[in-house]
């Protein structure tokens, strides 16, 4: 097992690093200042000037997977622009750009776009991909995924009740959607919706994705939903109420009934690249923590030097060191064995990332005291950032469930009124039944 990183992943991960360090930490004061101007729904122009500098440079798209990844379902006749990197080689990147909430932009690889635009690149028609995947890679729209309601457990995303029905021509959309991350853009000009065409066919063939303009008639954002008292305009996260919105049939992903085998597809990189991003947030966390703690005296020394200091630093460096390596080895099994094969791999880091980083941020908060809690030393906004992703693409429990039912496989017994029925739970966490949404809108 060989723990250097390649030559190639260092070269990526350098060029995403530096160009952190050179245009977008030293412009954190500029972002907070037009960030807090005027309307809150609006473009924020720093985002676009260094957006402008990545994609000459290009430094774009990175999360774009290689071309011959043979997961594709139509016939690939559309070029994009990307460096095709692995689900290894990214990691490295994202990890690097979770160290600043938009870094990501910068690159064009913010959620839900990312997690959209492979959707696109794996499912859609030539048609849709000219329509809306070029922009979207071209940064010139933004885009957002419906999945999640309001009056559903959607952690199991079989609940999902919005209809999509056809008549003629067109698809009917009726329905409410929530923590639809992105809907606040003003550049934000399509949503995949995901819904039921047939409520009587399979539990998994019930649902499907739709494709909607977010200016089509009917399509109504009922408020806006803050998280933690956050707003995280101009981004946002959106109640949205669709009443008889219609769409064109060639609107349909892939084909009616398909909506479930899209969302696993979708939301198994997604769940991995919150994670990667999570790492780089964590990071900051402890770097923050330990200028503090060597900033400040109390009880006669320098804080640091009291004990309980370091036992939490040492705990938070062994913690990010053991949940970087368990992300890696999700990735490289992903790039090597395939998504379904590391399914338990991206199930654990997906448990761990969050809890780890919120246990380092809440040390840091400590840390720093009345400070910590309020918007000066940004650990509050990242705290409340990182405690949805127990939520965002599945909550803690379903991964769990998931992780708990393919170890009972392993071990199931060979005689016994329980043994067919852990053969049979061993088998539904394989086959994703386990599946949630749960995503808060936000995934990837």
């Not at 050179?22 to 924020?44: F, L, S, T």
């Not at 729209?141 to 209809?163: K, Q, V």
């Not at 062994?318 to 395939?338: E, H, P, Q, S, Y």
Request: with cysteine; hydrophobic share 35%.
């Amino acid at each position: 097992m060989d723990f250097e990183p390649t030559e190639r992943q260092v070269y990526w991960r350098d060029r995403v690093r530096n160009f952190i360090e050179k245009h977008v930490r030293p412009n954190m004061d500029v972002y907070k200042a037009q960030d807090a101007e005027g309307d809150r729904w609006k473009v924020i122009q720093i985002i676009e000037d260094k957006k402008a500098i990545a994609k000459e440079e290009g430094i774009w798209n990175l999360f774009m997977p290689p071309r011959n990844d043979g997961h594709h379902h139509v016939e690939e006749t559309f070029e994009f622009e990307g460096p095709g990197l692995t689900n290894l080689e990214y990691a490295l990147c994202a990890e690097e750009m979770g160290r600043i909430g938009w870094a990501s932009e910068v690159f064009n690889c913010s959620a839900p776009d990312t997690g959209n635009m492979e959707v696109f690149h794996r499912y859609g028609t030539l048609e849709q991909k000219e329509q809306w995947l070029r922009p979207i890679m071209n940064g010139e729209i933004r885009s957002a995924f419906l999945m999640t309601e309001p009056f559903t457990a959607s952690s199991d995303a079989t609940n999902i009740e919005t209809r999509i029905e056809r008549d003629g021509d067109e698809y009917v959309i009726n329905g409410r959607k929530w923590w639809s991350s992105g809907l606040g853009d003003p550049r934000c000009k399509v949503s995949i919706v995901m819904g039921k065409t047939d409520p009587t066919a399979g539990r998994h063939a019930q649902q499907s994705m739709l494709l909607m303009p977010n200016d089509a008639p009917g399509v109504n954002i009922i408020r806006h939903l803050p998280v933690f008292g956050y707003d995280d305009a101009p981004h946002g996260h959106m109640e949205v109420e669709m009443k008889d919105v219609r769409v064109p049939v060639t609107n349909m992903l892939l084909g009616e009934g398909r909506g479930f085998e899209i969302a696993q597809g979708r939301l198994g990189p997604g769940r991995i690249h919150h994670c990667m991003r999570t790492i780089g947030v964590a990071e900051e966390a402890l770097e923050k923590m330990c200028k503090r703690l060597q900033e400040r005296e109390a009880f006669g020394k320098p804080i640091y030097k009291h004990s309980v200091w370091e036992e939490r630093v040492a705990r938070a460096r062994i913690d990010i060191d053991m949940t970087r390596l368990l992300c890696l080895k999700a990735a490289d099994m992903m790039d090597k064995v395939g998504n379904k094969a590391a399914k338990q791999e991206i199930a654990m880091i997906k448990v761990q990332a969050p809890n780890m980083a919120l246990k380092i941020i809440d040390d840091a908060i400590q840390a720093h005291g009345g400070g910590g809690v309020s918007n000066d030393y940004g650990l509050a906004n990242a705290y409340a950032h990182q405690r949805t992703l127990r939520l965002a693409d599945g909550p803690d429990e379903v991964h769990a469930r998931s992780i708990a039912r393919m170890e009972f496989g392993k071990h199931a017994p060979n005689e016994g009124p329980t043994a067919n029925a852990l053969r049979g739970g061993a088998k539904a966490a394989n086959d994703g039944s386990s599946f949630s949404s749960g995503d808060m809108g936000v995934a990837r």
